[in-house]
């Protein structure tokens, strides 16, 4: 079965440092996502990115963040520079219809020290 | 973001059916009513979506009540691997079919 794949499964770097996470959706999939989820805590929506542009984005997406589809088939989110309380996981997820189910990637564990 | 309401944790046996209740009485003539789950430690994962008719897929069948305030997601034989947190979402066009997810409800599956 197709996956979401999101590279690296953890990243620990340090505040103030800018990081890059990767994610390859599934290849026929139009709709593409970044979310969330702080330990312990429900899973929030980041941003959606339809037809190589930004289709919404969260109070949470703010200049620190953007999204990149550089190639066709991967799907980036990079933090500028981090803060403690992006100490999360994140997960890409994508889908075929915007209606549809989604898939998601099994997230990077990224912990900023 | 239309909302749903689910009991925060349920607890079935293996090999049981398992019906999980979710409540949406503000639900739009739009709107889809979709099942995720999560296990620990990992992503969620799509159970299946429905708009008005019942769905059955290999993973699970929705139930959608006549009215769709209300919809029921059933396991039909649960195994332990069905020990999850179960997420009903509502996804709209006028939100780009974003899904928010709520706290959901933590299922249990005794052996």
């Known amino acids: 079965e197709p996956e979401v794949t999101q590279t690296p499964s953890h990243q620990v770097t340090q505040m103030g440092q800018e990081v890059i996470l990767r994610c390859v959706p599934i290849?026929?999939?139009?709709?593409f996502y970044w979310y969330r989820q702080i330990l312990g805590q429900k899973v929030e929506f980041l941003v959606s990115?339809?037809?190589?542009?930004?289709?919404?984005k969260s109070e949470i997406f703010d200049d620190q963040f953007s999204v990149e589809r550089p190639d066709g088939s991967n799907f980036t989110l990079k933090i500028r520079s981090t803060k403690l309380e992006d100490s999360a996981m994140y997960f890409c997820a994508s889908t075929v219809l915007a209606w549809g189910g989604y898939t998601f990637g099994s997230g990077t564990r990224l912990t900023v020290v | 973001d239309a909302k749903t309401t689910q009991p925060n944790s349920m607890e079935s046996n293996e090999e049981e059916p398992v019906h999980l209740p979710c409540n949406h009485s503000?639900?739009?003539?739009?709107?889809?009513i979709h099942w995720y789950r999560q296990l620990p430690s990992q992503g969620p994962e799509y159970v299946i979506h429905?708009?008005?008719s019942n769905v059955n897929n290999r993973m699970a069948s929705l139930a959608i009540a006549e009215d769709r305030k209300s919809s029921t997601l059933i396991l039909h034989r649960a195994t332990l691997r069905d020990a999850a947190v179960y997420y009903c979402?509502?996804?709209?066009?006028?939100?780009?079919?974003?899904?928010?997810f709520g706290k959901g409800t933590l299922l249990t599956v005794n052996p």
């Open positions: 503000t639900i739009s003539g739009t709107d889809y």
């Open positions: 990115f339809y037809n190589n542009e930004i289709s919404e």
């Open positions: 290849s026929n999939h139009l709709y």
């Open positions: 979402i509502l996804s709209d066009g006028g939100s780009n079919y974003k899904l928010t």
């Open positions: 429905g708009l008005t």
